[in-house]
């Protein structure tokens, strides 16, 4: 009986001894204490060193002050661009926002195959994306590169390769600066109706610096610019329509029919939710927002971040049923056409 319990014993000695073994030779590799290490050696790396190794593709910028194409790694290439178009003392997930749409932009220009000439997609202006490279950047942030630069590198890294899609193809991620409570809808300032691109609330716009402003002309001025001849009466003229957005969709002055966005063009106007009024010799025009009014506003964006709304709520905010892609697939594909 002894004998039997103590086969028993040494049998149950090596079941235990057989389980634990492997366990003792993999916990120490692995885990959260492998983890740290991974992120610690991570952490060692500069981080515009990691941005750029996270570029699965370079751009090729037409740069306007030396008219000469650079070639910038495109997560590089967003991190000049979110510099470039947003406050840097913005709120940390709203430059992650800004990142998303720099970063769709670049991607479904790329996809599109367009080119510029001398090789380049893009040029550094507003005519693609403004973009600013390292050295520009100190130029104009001086003492306060350091910090700035750290937390728009911080919102791109943590935003990496992430876009905008919807039916699973990056959007026209338009943006402006400011609304004047609302965003417009795509079809009433371009001539195309996308479904991402409809008219919401904006009413954290209102504490932007760049909600009213005011411009004088006199009526030469005016009527030049517009190609009109005014009244003697001392109206300016009526408007017809507003858009869903709150902004001027047509109006008559003296018999000659304007878009909203034709008045706001040709006469230099922040927005086309305007009003005007005739003073003497004066035409005095106060407008309400900055910018086209399609897409995602700026100074909206971070007063959603200020309530602690995350990017990813505030882009599928301003883009209506989109999602949230890796770029990767899609860069596969722009490779695979060079």
Same mark, same amino acid.
């Given at each position: 009986?002894?004998?039997?319990?103590?086969?028993?014993?040494?049998?149950?000695?090596?079941?235990?001894?057989?389980?634990?073994?492997?366990?003792?030779?993999?916990?120490?590799?692995?885990?959260?204490?492998?983890?740290?290490?991974?992120?610690?050696?991570?952490?060692?790396?500069?981080?515009?060193?990691?941005? #750029?190794? #996270?570029?699965?593709?370079?751009?090729?910028?037409? *740069?306007?002050?030396?008219? !000469?194409?650079?070639?910038?790694?495109?997560?590089?290439?967003? @991190?000049?661009? @979110?510099?470039?178009?947003?406050?840097?003392?913005?709120?940390?997930? #709203?430059?992650?926002?800004?990142?998303?749409?720099?970063?769709?932009?670049?991607?479904?220009?790329?996809?599109?195959?367009?080119?510029?000439?001398?090789?380049?997609?893009?040029?550094?202006?507003?005519?693609? !994306?403004?973009?600013?490279?390292?050295?520009?950047?100190?130029?104009?942030?001086?003492?306060?590169?350091?910090?700035?630069?750290?937390?728009? !590198?911080?919102?791109?890294?943590?935003? *990496?390769?992430?876009?905008?899609?919807?039916?699973?193809?990056?959007?026209?991620? =338009?943006?402006?600066?400011?609304?004047?409570?609302?965003?417009?809808?795509?079809?009433?300032?371009?001539? !195309?109706?996308?479904?991402?691109?409809?008219?919401?609330?904006?009413?954290?716009?209102?504490?932007?610096?760049?909600?009213?402003?005011?411009? @004088?002309?006199?009526?030469?001025? %005016?009527?030049?610019?517009?190609?009109?001849?005014?009244?003697?009466?001392?109206?300016?003229?009526?408007?017809?329509?507003?858009?869903?957005?709150?902004?001027?969709?047509?109006?008559?002055?003296?018999?000659?029919? %304007?878009?909203?966005?034709?008045?706001?063009?040709?006469?230099?106007?922040?927005?086309?939710? %305007?009003?005007?009024?005739?003073?003497?010799?004066?035409?005095?025009?106060?407008?309400?927002?900055?910018?086209?009014?399609?897409?995602? =506003?700026?100074?909206? #964006?971070?007063?959603?971040?200020?309530?602690?709304?995350?990017?990813?709520?505030?882009?599928?905010?301003?883009?209506?049923?989109?999602?949230?892609?890796?770029?990767?697939? %899609?860069?596969?594909?722009? @490779?695979?056409?060079?």
């Amino acid at each position: 009986m002894n004998k039997i319990k103590s086969i028993i014993v040494l049998v149950v000695f090596i079941v235990v001894v057989t389980l634990i073994i492997p366990s003792l030779l993999v916990f120490p590799f692995s885990g959260d204490k492998a983890s740290g290490k991974l992120k610690e050696k991570e952490s060692q790396i500069p981080l515009d060193k990691l941005i #750029a190794e #996270a570029s699965a593709v370079e751009v090729a910028v037409l *740069r306007s002050a030396n008219n !000469q194409v650079e070639k910038i790694p495109l997560e590089s290439y967003v @991190v000049g661009v @979110v510099a470039s178009e947003m406050p840097a003392d913005f709120e940390k997930e #709203a430059l992650k926002a800004q990142a998303l749409t720099a970063r769709t932009y670049i991607v479904k220009q790329l996809m599109s195959g367009s080119s510029i000439g001398n090789g380049a997609s893009v040029t550094d202006t507003v005519n693609h !994306q403004v973009y600013k490279n390292d050295k520009e950047l100190k130029e104009i942030w001086g003492s306060d590169y350091s910090w700035k630069m750290k937390k728009i !590198q911080e919102a791109v890294y943590e935003t *990496r390769g992430q876009i905008l899609t919807y039916n699973k193809e990056p959007i026209t991620a =338009s943006f402006f600066s400011t609304s004047n409570g609302y965003t417009e809808n795509s079809e009433d300032y371009w001539d !195309q109706a996308l479904p991402y691109l409809k008219s919401v609330e904006s009413p954290w716009d209102k504490d932007s610096p760049k909600f009213y402003n005011k411009k @004088v002309f006199t009526v030469q001025e %005016f009527e030049q610019l517009l190609g009109v001849n005014l009244p003697n009466n001392g109206d300016v003229g009526t408007i017809l329509e507003r858009t869903k957005g709150q902004r001027v969709a047509k109006v008559n002055i003296n018999g000659k029919v %304007f878009t909203g966005r034709e008045v706001r063009e040709k006469l230099g106007l922040h927005s086309s939710d %305007f009003t005007w009024e005739r003073k003497g010799d004066e035409i005095i025009i106060q407008t309400e927002g900055y910018g086209h009014g399609v897409g995602m =506003s700026q100074y909206g #964006a971070n007063g959603m971040a200020k309530e602690g709304k995350t990017y990813k709520e505030i882009v599928q905010y301003y883009y209506q049923g989109v999602e949230i892609s890796e770029a990767d697939s %899609f860069l596969e594909k722009y @490779v695979a056409k060079q």
